[in-house]
Each structure stands twice: as structure tokens, then as C-alpha cells.
């Protein structure tokens, strides 16, 4: 049976839509089965269909999801169970005891404390600097280094590196760019086309979209690096579950349409917090859903809102709202990463945008009648 195959030109959308969805073989069910196995039949001992023998090393299911996102950005993909998984698959299979890693200062919490408290006792070193400065960025680079690891935009502030121009300063020093897009996700940025040589993926965001799934995600441009990330995920084992990759699936067939309804949400968001007195040093990419401001009450108008439920995580349908300092980022206190105690995170979702700002107005306001 011939797979269907989309035309050469087809448009994110349609691709978004179709990507990594084959009908089942046998009953032609248009969404393929979710295989909730742990191994394979074999007819004879060594005999088994493609790479199936069991199923930390492959599930149909999960190798649908991970051709969707290598289609979605432009290479070959693998999966794992959580972004930070993702992270620490990539790492290692590009950097050894010895090697020297390239951080923003401006990151997730999380990816510092795994390099921090984890790598380091492994012999990986590192350095943080402002990405948006190539200068310092330059500077930064040693002759051990292997990897400048890139978010963008950044996590909490929002700031946006010039991927290509990064990735041109890496490459002439013989070293890898690999870039975290969960915030911008492949609507808004595909890094691989701008040279980079690695994406990573907290697809527990904006991929998976509907904050019922933790997963993560690693796309890279070549086959060798593939073959070496596919070996820590087979060696590691740090593998996601079939239910959780057919969530993640399911949520990238409506990626282009929510990212979009993400930056009108926030676009209203930001209106308001511009000529909101009080707050101050607003961040908003002008794509996505992420906005970070700043307001001396940060911790009461979290208390107040309505609509953004405060929590951790961000990229589902459902507004967030969260203050950096005391929840996401607690890892980076004392560090060169570390984030101001008034800084507040939103993810706008898709709601009526209406709604959302007159929450945050009232939440705001709120704290300032009583003052
Ligand atoms: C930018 C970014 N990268 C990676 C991660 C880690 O992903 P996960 O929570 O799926 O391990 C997060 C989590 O918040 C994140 O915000």
C-alpha cells in the first residue's frame, strides 16, 4: 500500500494538519491506532517488522509523532519523555567529560539546574551570556566549547537572538547551535532553516497545547547526529508513552490555528499593560503567547485573577499567569540567570482576548484601591 503524500508545496497549515498521519494498514482508521505496547511478536527468534522488537527502542506511535515534528521543522526527530529529557539526550550526545557549553543568561530555570547541579559533576563546564550581544557571545566561545545552547525567545524576559547571525558566529568556531523553540514553536521559527543544528522542545507547551502531557523533543539537521541522539534515547531510556505522544500529535494538527489565537490574546494583553500605570518593562516577542512585566504587587495580582489560573507550565489553551522568581525559575536564585522578585509571566491562551484583559485589569486594579 503506497503512503499518501502531500504536495512538494504544501503550506505549514496543511502540513500542521497531515503531518506524520498515515490511515492504519489493516482498518484504514484516518487517526492511526495508539500502540499501548511494551513489545512485539516475533515469528522466528531476530525476526521482527522494521525496528520493532520492544518498545523503549521504537512504537509506531510514537514514530508518528516524531515524523510530524521532523516535518514540521525541517529534520529528523526524536522523542522523549519530558523537554528537559530532551535537553539532557542532546547534551549528551554531543558533549563529553571536558567539553565547555555556551548558556543564555537569560533561560529556563530548569535547563540551568540541569547543567548546574547535574552536568557539572560529569566534567561538562559552562558559561553564560546575554545571546542578543554576538560580542560577547564571541568571547564566550573556548576551545573546548561544543554547543551554544539558545533560547529564544527567552525564558522568563522574552528577549529574541538573531538565530542566523548566531549560528554563523558558531559554525566559523567549529561549534553546534542548538536552539530551545518552545516559545516560538515552528509556526513562528524554524531554526534548522536558519543553519542551527539542533531544535528542543518542551512539547508539554505550545506542541502539546492543551497542558494534559509532559514530553520533549529533539529535531536535528543531520543523519549522524540523529543516529546519536536515537542512541541515548534507546541507551537512557528517558522515552514517552504512546498515550502521550498521540496527545502530542493530536495537538499539532491545530498548532498554526492556536499560535495564532496565542498572539491576538496577547497582543490585547500587552495594550493594556502599556498604558497601565505601575507596570513596567512589558516583553511581548510580538508572536506566541508569552508575556513578562513587571508591578511592585506582582504576588497580589497573581492572587486575583479569574480568568489566568496561577500556575507553572504555559502554551495550553487556558491563560497562566505565575511570578518567575517563586515558581519556575527558583533554581536560578544566586545565579547570573537569576530573575527580579517583581517580574510576573502570563501565557495569554485563547480565550475571547476581552475577557482576558479585563481580568488582568481588575487584578491590577484590584491591589491599587486598597493601597
Ligand atoms: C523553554 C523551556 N524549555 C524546556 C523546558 C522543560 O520542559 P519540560 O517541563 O517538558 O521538561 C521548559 C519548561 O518549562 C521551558 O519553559
Request: charged letters at 20%; one cysteine or more; aromatic letters at 6%.
Amino acid at each position: 500500500m503506497s503512503a499518501r503524500r502531500l504536495p512538494e508545496d504544501a503550506r505549514f497549515a496543511t502540513r500542521a494538519v497531515h503531518a506524520g498521519l498515515e490511515p492504519d494498514p489493516h482498518f484504514r482508521s484516518v487517526v492511526p491506532a495508539i500502540h499501548q505496547t511494551s513489545t512485539f511478536a516475533q515469528p522466528a527468534p531476530g525476526e521482527y517488522l522494521e525496528e520493532y522488537d520492544y518498545a523503549r527502542t521504537a512504537n509506531p506511535t510514537r514514530r508518528a509523532l516524531e515524523d510530524a515534528l521532523g516535518q514540521l521543522e525541517g529534520g529528523l526527530a526524536t522523542t522523549f519523555g519530558s523537554g528537559l529529557a530532551a535537553e539532557h539526550a542532546l547534551i549528551s550526545a554531543t558533549c563529553e567529560a571536558g567539553s565547555h557549553i555556551v548558556l543564555p543568561r537569560d533561560l529556563y530555570g530548569g535547563t540551568y539546574r540541569l547543567v548546574d547541579k547535574i552536568l557539572t559533576r560529569w566534567g561538562l563546564r559552562y558559561t553564560m551570556v546575554d545571546q542578543t550581544d554576538l560580542h560577547a557571545l564571541a568571547v564566550a566561545i573556548e576551545p573546548d566549547t561544543r554547543l551554544v545552547w539558545v533560547e529564544t525567545p527567552t525564558n522568563p524576559r522574552l528577549d529574541v537572538v538573531d538565530v542566523a547571525a548566531l549560528v554563523e558566529l558558531a559554525h566559523a568556531r567549529g561549534v553546534l547551535a542548538a536552539v530551545d523553540n518552545t516559545f516560538a514553536t515552528p509556526v513562528n521559527q524554524r531554526p534548522l532553516e536558519h543553519g542551527a543544528d539542533a531544535v528542543v522542545h518542551s512539547a508539554t507547551k505550545y506542541l502539546g497545547g492543551h497542558s494534559d502531557v509532559v514530553l520533549g523533543a529533539v529535531v536535528v539537521a543531520d543523519e549522524q547526529l540523529h543516529e546519536r541522539v536515537r542512541f541515548v534515547q534507546n541507551a537512557a531510556g528517558a522515552i514517552p508513552g504512546p498515550m502521550d505522544c498521540f496527545l502530542v500529535h493530536r495537538g499539532l494538527r491545530t498548532l498554526h490555528l492556536r499560535m495564532a489565537a496565542h498572539a491576538a490574546s496577547a497582543g490585547a494583553v500587552v495594550e493594556l499593560l502599556l498604558g497601565t500605570p505601575g507596570v513596567s518593562d512589558v516583553a511581548w516577542p510580538g508572536f506566541s503567547g508569552m508575556v513578562s512585566f513587571r508591578h511592585r504587587d506582582a504576588h497580589g495580582i497573581c492572587t486575583r485573577t479569574r480568568v489566568f489560573t496561577l500556575a507553572e507550565s504555559l502554551g495550553g489553551v487556558e491563560s497562566l499567569i505565575e511570578v518567575p522568581q517563586a515558581m519556575t525559575h527558583g533554581s536560578v536564585e544566586g545565579s547570573d540567570a537569576a530573575v527580579p522578585a517583581d517580574l510576573v509571566r502570563l501565557s495569554c491562551g485563547i480565550e475571547d482576548p476581552v475577557d482576558l484583559v479585563n481580568d488582568l485589569h481588575q487584578a491590577i486594579l484590584g491591589g491599587s484601591r486598597g493601597a
